[in-house]
């Protein structure tokens, strides 16, 4: 395993990162930490959840139509 020098600058991509989750939890499936699999591949799908969108100052400033 390289030494924490030797990797790379810069933040590794997201699918980069949900690959190697991947690959752990199958290993912990296969290692029999069933829990600890079921944790890493929630966190790849949390990765992938949208965010909720915030209101720009411009749609922030409408006002909203009356409900009637």
Not at 1 to 12: Q, R, V, W
Not at 24 to 32: I, M, P, S, V, Y
Not at 43 to 55: D, G, I, N, S, W
Request: charged letters at 15%.
């Amino acid at each position: 395993m390289p030494t924490p020098a030797a990797l790379p600058s810069g933040s590794p991509s997201p699918l980069l990162l949900c690959d190697k989750l991947i690959t752990l939890a199958q290993q912990a499936d296969r290692a029999g930490y069933p829990i600890t699999a079921h944790h890493l591949a929630m966190l790849v799908e949390t990765m992938f959840e949208e965010q909720p969108r915030r209101a720009t100052c411009h749609a922030a400033g409408r006002a909203r139509p009356a409900s009637g």
